[in-house]
């Protein structure tokens, strides 16, 4: 049982260059999310999807497309890198919407924009 | 809207000392409340968590939390540390919507 796997797990990147944040999670989970994470900042919420077709923006979504074609898969990408978007990655999903339901992790993206 | 704030981004404990990490929230409904835990290199996960029902909520490896709605607080305890223990430790918060909001994250130390 997989769970959320994420891939990369490590990116350098030059300033404009794009690139695509994979993740996938084999649960059948209705919710799928995307995190930064800083320090001192804690984690961010860049866009989430609520179930296939369905996308919609976080705290943070500038810079960032999704898209959500199947239930397992919720792609990130970066269209023209900055170096403001150096961070840690994280995507997460959830059997459900409503809030009350714990999210699973993956175990994260580091990329580096230089 | 929803914040979490938590106290103090560092905390060192001696082994076998009670460990208290402190989260405050804004929320203007009743909020299903998150602990999560980081290990270096790791993604996060849940310790436990608060939906309704019983404010007094038991997690995993000994930790607790304890929802007080007029303090507005949901505070990590565990009686006695142990080396194992040493890790990144995350407060969340959702109003039953779709954006769980996370606080900035308290590093526990834990000294031999």
């Known amino acids: 049982n997989a769970g959320v796997t994420q891939t990369p797990k490590f990116q350098v990147l030059k300033t404009g260059q794009s690139m695509t944040l994979q993740c996938a999670q084999d649960?059948?989970?209705?919710?799928m999310s995307w995190y930064r994470q800083d320090p001192g900042m804690g984690l961010r919420l860049i866009h989430y999807?609520?179930?296939?077709?369905?996308?919609d923006q976080g705290e943070v979504p500038n810079g960032y497309n999704v898209s959500r074609s199947t239930t397992e898969d919720f792609p990130l990408r970066l269209l023209s890198a900055a170096p403001s978007q150096t961070s840690v990655y994280f995507c997460?999903?959830?059997?459900?919407?409503?809030?009350?339901?714990?999210?699973?992790f993956g175990n994260g993206t580091r990329l580096t924009v230089t | 809207a929803q914040s979490v704030t938590q106290l103090g981004s560092h905390v060192s404990v001696s082994e076998g000392a009670l460990v208290l990490l402190r989260c405050n929230y804004s929320?203007?409904?009743?909020?299903?409340l998150f602990w999560y835990v980081q290990y270096p290199n790791q993604g996060l996960q849940l310790l436990l968590k608060?939906?309704?029902?019983?404010?007094l909520v038991k997690g995993i490896n000994g930790f607790e939390a304890e929802f007080k709605k007029s303090e507005t607080s949901f505070h990590l305890t565990k009686p006695s540390a142990h080396m194992s223990d040493a890790a990144e430790y995350f407060c969340?918060?959702?109003?039953?919507?779709?954006?769980?909001?996370f606080g900035g994250g308290t590093r526990l130390m834990v000294k031999p």
């Open positions: 969340a918060v959702n109003n039953a919507g779709n954006m769980l909001t």
């Open positions: 929320s203007s409904v009743p909020p299903y």
């Open positions: 649960m059948n989970h209705e919710y």
């Open positions: 608060y939906t309704t029902g019983a404010t």
């Open positions: 999807s609520v179930g296939a077709g369905i996308t």
């Open positions: 997460a999903s959830t059997i459900r919407t409503g809030g009350s339901s714990p999210l699973h």
